[in-house]
Structures are given as C-alpha cells and as structure tokens.
C-alpha cells in the first residue's frame, strides 16, 4: 500500500526557509515522478514542483520559481521541498504526490504558516 508521509511544516517569518520531506513506501519509489502541491484556504489544490524519477528537469509553478528547490533521494524513498524567502502567500497545506498510471496517491499534508 502506498504511503507518503509529509514532515517540516510550521510556523515561519516571511523572508524565512522552511525544508519539507515526504517519506515514500509501498512502490517503487526510484520509478515515478514526484510532485508537491499545495492548497490554502478557500483555493483550489494547486500544483508546486515536480521531479523525474531521475532527478532531471524539475518543474515550478511560476509563484515558487526562483525561490523554490524540489530534490529527491532515491536510496531513501525521500523527496524535498527546500522553500526559500517565503511569502504570507505561500501559506497552506503542502501535499506530497505520486501518480502511478490512473492512480493518484496523496499524502495527508503538513501546514506552512508564514506570517509575522
């Protein structure tokens, strides 16, 4: 069964740096891409970053780039999210994602709060 575990939310400045994790079993965590989204209040779930199984050619939403690094340790079934200079409007729920074909997989979030 697969599992995502999301770690490393919480309540930070703007300007600060926050590092999420998202711990991966029950596939074959080194064959998928892997993506993190996010949603805030009232919004709709929107899409953050992605990367290849392979670590290549990492994707960013147009809001986060620049300011945002998804990375991945395939030994360790681990993905990152290191967030930098932060916004207040970067604040919601982050989700770790991996889609296998027709099945989507969610992990069950961890809160960023960035706020003076």
């Known amino acids: 069964q697969v599992q995502l575990v999301e770690s490393g939310g919480g309540l930070v400045q703007p300007g600060g740096s926050l590092r999420l994790s998202c711990a991966a079993s029950?596939?074959?965590?080194?064959?998928?891409?892997m993506s993190w989204y996010r949603q805030a209040p009232g919004k709709q779930r929107e899409l953050v970053a992605t990367?290849?199984?392979?670590?290549?050619?990492?994707n960013y939403a147009d809001s986060v780039k620049g300011r945002f690094t998804i990375s991945r340790d395939n030994a360790n079934n681990t993905v990152y999210l290191q967030m930098n200079s932060l916004k207040p409007e970067d604040t919601a729920v982050y989700y770790c994602?991996?889609?296998?074909?027709?099945?989507?997989?969610w992990g069950q979030g961890t809160q960023v709060t960035v706020s003076s």
């Open positions: 994602n991996v889609r296998r074909g027709n099945r989507n997989s």
């Open positions: 990367i290849t199984s392979s670590s290549g050619s990492p």
């Open positions: 029950g596939f074959t965590f080194s064959n998928y891409a």
